[in-house]
């Protein structure tokens, strides 16, 4: 059968162009065509890049002369905590670091991104419809699929061996196939707006008015991507190229209710506002209309993400959560997998094992990493002691894993999907462990009144993470912060009990005296 293309990839994002960025660097004489819906790219939400994912743009894609002139360094995660709406700035918690960040990472805008990344897939050789509509997908295995698209209001066909799902949260071949599943165990939602004349972190008048706040740290807080706490959500604040920030809530349904108001972006305003950190950078600024979003039921995954003459990659495959940024990540390893898999059977490779990995593994991957970071998570994020412990676990636990080996062999770690083999099985096992007991111990204290107690008068600046022996500091940090929480409960449950024993006592009295 004669084919058209090699590969047809409908979506023109960052995950869809990577996938056709790397296929064309392994195998030159593939044809492959574009599909992109829109005639540019909205602007999306900002987003930050992790280690992993910087590593990919960087070492694997080539990005570094780019994302160094047109996106901003990112200089790691800044977390604050407060207990009460009146608090003083700078009584509220700060967790982060004092230095420099060791590793690069940006803070990106998605749509200048996403816009460069589709310019160097052409420039490589491929082919791009756009603005097109697919308005009908045959997938027949090995005997090739069909498409059909809307361009420039005439419809055109094509026959190809390959379709990869880069649609994002469309998810178009999940819906098609019936694969799609939504995270019901993880019920939370976002809203989200980009913001004009938010206040400086660094400025000259925070020095004056704060200067402990503004000597303790030697980097800048405002390229950080600071994080507001409280519990059941958390609020994301990202300073974007040109001098927009973009800031936005995710919370968990069944712990807390987004606020009413007129608008959406009024109703996320009133929120930060309502936060002394918040308060105090938002208190001028004001929302850019028309950028306002908002998205329920964030997280879902594909049962299945491939078969002969198909695949899906980042969004399209699944999205847990935006905290801790991993969507870049898994766009980073889906990519490079499946172009990794189209360049083999484009030279002619039996490439039956590894669509079957793909299949297996991906499901572990998302479940381990829902289980080990997120699940249930946003019952403890309003406590600063328990969040800061999970903030040194889980990115020691990262760079130990993830971040030492990506750099060490990029090429070939891009090919293996985490919390694959005995280590990683051992890694999320462990993670989740702790996890399930930071939840736990959350409950206990919200239970008895000591939720969020000492969310005031500390802060906490590191020396920062580095994917080498040095982490274990960072890790025996989180560790003694943990065990010091479960001393706590501990007392709590033994202070429970000794209430209850307390209450008995003095009700079996007074049922004595009534005797009497």
């Not at 328990?386 to 971040?403: C, E, H, Q």
């Amino acid at each position: 059968m004669n084919f058209e293309y090699d590969v047809v990839i409908i979506g023109g994002a960052f995950s869809g162009a990577a996938t056709a960025l790397m296929l064309k660097r392994k195998r030159p004489e593939a044809r492959v065509l574009i599909i992109e819906k829109t005639a540019e790219f909205d602007r999306k939400v900002g987003e930050s890049t992790t280690e992993v994912s910087s590593c990919y743009m960087t070492r694997i894609l080539g990005l570094t002369h780019y994302l160094g002139h047109h996106q901003l360094a990112k200089q790691g995660l800044r977390l604050w905590f407060s207990n009460r709406p009146d608090q003083a700035f700078d009584d509220c918690v700060e967790v982060g670091s004092r230095y420099q960040s060791r590793m690069p990472t940006f803070q990106v805008d998605r749509a200048k991104l996403d816009s460069h990344m589709l310019e160097l897939a052409v420039e490589a050789g491929c082919d791009l419809w756009r603005p097109a509509k697919v308005t009908k997908c045959e997938l027949n295995g090995a005997n090739g699929q069909t498409l059909n698209a809307v361009v420039d209001l005439s419809e055109r066909g094509v026959v190809c061996r390959w379709v990869v799902d880069a649609t994002g949260r469309a998810t178009m071949l999940a819906r098609k196939l019936g694969h799609l599943r939504l995270n019901t165990e993880h019920p939370i939602n976002a809203v989200w707006a980009r913001f004009s004349g938010v206040k400086q972190w660094d400025s000259y008048e925070w020095r004056e008015r704060f200067p402990d706040y503004a000597n303790r740290c030697r980097t800048s807080r405002e390229w950080a991507t600071n994080h507001l706490f409280g519990r059941g959500w958390w609020v994301w604040i990202i300073p974007l190229h040109g001098g927009d920030v973009s800031a936005g809530i995710v919370y968990d349904s069944r712990v807390f209710k987004f606020p009413e108001g007129p608008s959406l972006g009024k109703r996320l305003h009133t929120h930060i506002l309502g936060n002394p950190v918040g308060r105090e950078i938002f208190g001028a600024a004001r929302v850019i209309e028309g950028d306002v979003h908002a998205l329920s039921m964030l997280p879902y995954q594909s049962e299945r993400v491939c078969d002969y003459g198909w695949a899906a990659v980042g969004d399209a495959a699944g999205f847990i959560d935006p905290l801790y940024s991993p969507g870049l990540d898994f766009c980073s390893y889906t990519s490079y997998y499946v172009a990794d898999l189209l360049a083999r059977s484009v030279a002619g490779e039996n490439v039956a094992d590894r669509l079957r990995y793909y299949n297996q593994q991906y499901p572990v991957t998302y479940r381990s990493w829902f289980e080990s970071l997120y699940k249930d998570k946003y019952y403890y994020m309003g406590d600063a002691e328990l969040m800061s412990a999970a903030l040194l676990l889980d990115v020691s636990s990262y760079y130990l894993g993830l971040v030492r080996s990506s750099y060490r062999d990029p090429e070939c770690e891009f090919l293996n999907l985490p919390f694959g083999g005995l280590g990683g099985r051992l890694a999320a096992s462990m993670m989740t462990f702790y996890n399930r007991r930071l939840v736990a111990l959350a409950n206990r204290r919200w239970a008895t009144g000591c939720y969020g107690r000492r969310n005031a008068g500390w802060r906490e600046l590191y020396d920062g993470f580095v994917p080498d022996a040095r982490i274990r500091k960072q890790m025996w940090r989180g560790l003694r912060r943990w065990w010091k929480c479960e001393l706590i409960n501990l007392g709590l449950m033994l202070g429970s009990r000794a209430g209850v024993v307390a209450n008995q006592t003095a009700a079996a009295a007074q049922t004595e005296a009534c005797k009497i």
